[in-house]
């Protein structure tokens, strides 16, 4: 072993890595100090193929002079585990007096000739380290400015996706994140949205489109500045990406039309936008607080004749005059499609026409219903119906007031249509409950939030009995055994079905338990003809 030392190592001058490596940081974009790690590694490898993989040697570049140093490292340490790498506190101090545990003595190397493999090696580290600073760069570069419109050209076309150049990285639009029936040659300048960044094992992958819905929006932040500033706000977007879309647009200041600015001087503003997407045509709704009041503004150039809320299901019935149908559906169910996606919520057209004829089914049903079940003349119970009363629940709990508010009802009839509501409804519920019971159908079901006489009826012709029975089924499937006028949501139907579970993980909570606490789970022995099978 050459003489030990601490910090002389053997040095020699090349000046002109730092040049190469000012140079090379320069053009790839990345750090100059990255560059010489990289370098020094190369160095390193290169040492260690001369002296042998098992050395500790490292080299070093002197970040000033250049200067090049190559040296093997020796740990000092306590015990022995590798005799390579390391040495005992008593040979350490033969050579210098005051060596320390874990210290590392300092085995300075002379300079090496690269020759052609072993500078070929070396070029392949450096590329490799500088490949990899550069895809770090590119990610920390790009990782935050998803939801950004950025400006590239058309690098190369491969089966329908597009490679971006963005200038010191590539960025990939997909076949289906672009416009339909667009076409873009090599070097065709483009404009997209960042959609996405991920991190991959060949580096950073930028992925872009042009038929997301905020690409609009950020076409329209360029080209308003009322936008831009804040005073304008966008507040959806749903594209159906080359044909048509809607955005809905909501003004900060009263004084200010939201439309209008969006639009520009005959149009400009939304023809620059247009241009860009390939003749995609664009409506321009004034967003309102209201639900009805947004539905209409977004099914325009329809006209509505009157809206129906369902709040609890989120949709809403929307009656058109008969000529507008076609019109407010649009072609192939564009038109309210777009005004669903804008809106939220799930539209249903009708014509008047329809609506009429439905209306007065309704009527007819619900007035038989409570000449049948209350024992009323048809005059009374079209009342009934004329006021909004549809069920006989409404009639059986609400306030005397409303019902003495209909015209031609004194308190005592009033009372009288409450007492016989209640009567129906009480002898009602214990006929179910006497079916349900025929039927076998456990209390267990019953005492599950949710589930009435009239489900218990259902589930039990349907061969449901036991809580397991019921946990066994899917949400949809409850909803097709309950009959029409049981009003249920697939979201209350999982919630029925998820409570029947609860005593599945209930009882798995108890058995760890009881193991945890010492106690025995039984398990039953298979018969000893079973074994030997």
């Given amino acids: 072993m050459s003489k030990l030392m601490k910090e002389t190592d053997a040095v020699y001058a090349r000046p002109e890595l730092l040049q190469v490596a000012e140079t090379v940081a320069r053009d790839k974009g990345v750090e100059q100090d990255e560059i010489l790690e990289a370098m020094e590694q190369a160095i390193q490898k290169a040492g260690r193929s001369k002296y042998g993989q098992e050395h500790d040697i490292r080299a070093r570049i002197d970040r000033k002079s250049g200067e090049i140093s190559l040296a093997r490292y020796i740990e000092v340490a306590e015990e022995i585990e590798n005799e390579i790498t390391q040495t005992t506190l008593v ?5 210098k007096a005051d060596a320390e545990l874990g210290e590392f003595i300092i085995d300075p190397l002379p300079p090496i000739n690269f020759g052609r493999i072993a500078a070929q090696t070396a070029k392949q580290v450096i590329v490799q380290q500088v490949r990899d600073a550069e895809r770090k760069h590119q990610y920390a570069e790009y990782k935050d400015r998803i939801g950004e419109v950025i400006n590239g050209l058309v690098k190369r076309v491969e089966f329908g996706n597009i490679i971006v150049d963005l200038g010191r990285a590539e960025a990939l639009l997909r076949r289906d994140e672009a416009i339909p029936r667009e076409h873009f040659n090599n070097g065709d300048r483009i404009r997209a949205y960042i959609v996405d960044v991920r991190e991959e094992l060949r580096g950073p992958q930028i992925f872009l489109s042009r038929t997301h819905p905020q690409f609009i929006a950020m076409l329209f932040a360029q080209e308003v500045p009322e936008i831009y500033d804040g005073i304008i706000e966008i507040k959806s977007v749903a594209r159906d990406p080359g044909s048509r879309a809607k955005i809905a647009v909501l003004s900060n200041d009263l004084s200010i039309d939201p439309v209008g600015p969006c639009i520009g001087m005959r149009g400009s503003r939304v023809q620059a936008v247009v241009g860009e997407l390939q003749g995609e045509k664009i409506d321009i709704i004034q967003w309102s607080e209201d639900p009805a009041t947004f539905i209409v503004n977004a099914l325009a150039p329809a006209e509505v004749a009157k809206v129906v809320l369902d ?74 119906v004329t006021e909004g009363f549809s069920s006989i629940e409404q009639v059986a709990f609400v306030p005397v007031g409303d019902l003495t508010d209909i015209e031609g009802f004194d308190e005592e009839v009033a009372e009288e249509l409450r007492e016989r509501a209640r009567a129906y409804l009480e002898k009602n519920v214990s006929q179910m409950v006497e079916r349900y019971s025929e039927l076998g159908v456990c209390d267990e079901i019953a005492a599950l939030e949710g589930i009435t006489p009239a489900i218990m009826v259902a589930v039990g012709e349907n061969k449901i009995k036991s809580l397991d029975d019921l946990a066994d089924l ?44 010492g106690g025995k789970v039984a398990v039953t022995e298979a018969p000893e003809k079973d074994l030997k099978e």
Avoid at 483 to 491: H, Q
């Fill in 311 to 384: 709040e609890e299901n989120n949709k809403i019935e929307v009656v058109v005059p008969d000529e507008q149908l076609s019109l407010a559906i649009g072609r192939r169910g564009q038109n309210v499609r777009l005004g669903s996606q804008l809106s939220g919520w799930d539209i249903d057209i009708l014509t008047e026409t329809v609506e009429s004829e439905r209306r007065q089914q309704e009527f007819i049903v619900h007035s038989q219903m409570f000449v049948d079940t209350l024992d009323v003349d048809e005059v009374i119970a079209h009342l009934l």
């Fill in 91 to 95: 040979e350490a101090r033969k050579s």
């Fill in 474 to 517: 899917a949400g949809d499937e409850l909803l097709e055994m309950l009959p029409a006028e049981i009003s249920m949501s697939l979201a209350q139907a999982n919630d029925i079905i998820m409570a029947a579970r609860a005593h599945w993980f209930s009882d798995e909570d108890s058995q760890e338990t009881e193991i945890a606490e």
